[in-house]
Nanobody, 115 residues
């Protein structure tokens, strides 16, 4: 059983920053990819970023200039640094882990960008 626990969401003003964290625990294959999606009510889920065990990252093109993903493999934790936040970034952000054993999701953390 794999569990993902997210933290770091909240309310921030436009132009501000937030850092999301996602800690994984349980039986995980040694090689796995972790990342983030986000979901706005009434819209499709949107890929944000991912990172593999070698530190190679992928980003949504529209976000790569403002978001940075990083990973602490020893602690099985992935981070998402979000800068210059805009109201359009408001969403529930979901962490995921993709390994040989399957794909696992966190419970989601709300990010609200508003003045």
């Amino acid at each position: 059983q794999v569990q993902l626990v997210e933290s770091g969401g909240g309310l921030v003003q436009p132009g501000g920053s937030l850092r999301l964290s996602c800690a994984a625990s349980g039986s995980i294959f040694s090689e796995f990819v972790m990342g983030w999606y986000r979901k706005v009510p009434g819209k499709s889920r949107e890929f944000v970023a991912s990172i593999n065990g070698f530190g190679s990252a992928n980003y949504a093109n529209s976000l790569k200039d403002r978001f940075t993903i990083s990973r602490d493999s020893a602690n099985r934790t992935v981070y998402l640094q979000m800068n210059s936040l805009k109201p359009d970034d408001t969403a529930v952000y979901y962490c995921y882990l993709n390994s040989g054993g399957g794909i696992y999701w966190g419970q989601g953390t709300q990010v609200t960008v508003s003045s």
